[in-house]
């Protein structure tokens, strides 16, 4: 029974979080814009220019602009999204074309970045705001607290 119940929770956890899956990259920037918290922009450095795309209630701002947006700016070593793998200290960095798969971390707290605003191979950035839920931990109350 206990085994059961585990794997219902990881079944939950890998449920597809779209209704629907958009045909490209063009579609789901253009629906996602729609959203007031969504943001889409172009980065242009002395180097080159990368355009970067988040749900900005879904990320650790900290993250982004700690870890992220640093090495982005003030690296001129990258000229594919493969080499965002070695200049981004964050070890998940993932290159990918699928949309799919795209749509699904935007919408879990990831973010987005391109070489052309359009472009279907994206670099995805784990910058989950693991903060915004509560943290389950023991009562700090209830220690001081004196019974009859």
Not at 61 to 81: E, G, M, S
Request: charged share 25%; net charge negative; with cysteine.
């Amino acid at each position: 029974m206990m085994l059961k119940i585990f794997k219902k929770k990881e079944q939950a956890q890998t449920t597809d979080l779209s209704n629907n899956t958009l045909g490209n990259i063009r579609e789901l920037v253009d629906s996602s814009k729609d959203s007031a918290d969504f943001i889409h922009y172009v980065q242009k450095t002395v180097h080159h220019k990368v355009w970067i795309s988040y749900y900005k209630a879904l990320i650790d701002c900290n993250t982004f602009h700690r870890d992220c947006l640093p090495y982005l700016i003030h690296h001129a070593d990258f000229k594919k999204l493969e080499d965002l793998k070695d200049i981004i200290p964050i070890e998940s960095v993932t290159i990918t074309n699928d949309i799919k798969e795209i749509q699904n971390k935007l919408l879990r707290g990831f973010i987005i970045i391109q070489f052309d605003e359009y472009s279907e191979e994206c670099a995805i950035i784990r910058a989950e705001n693991w903060f915004g839920n509560r943290q389950v931990s023991t009562s700090e109350i209830e220690f001081s607290v004196i019974g009859p």
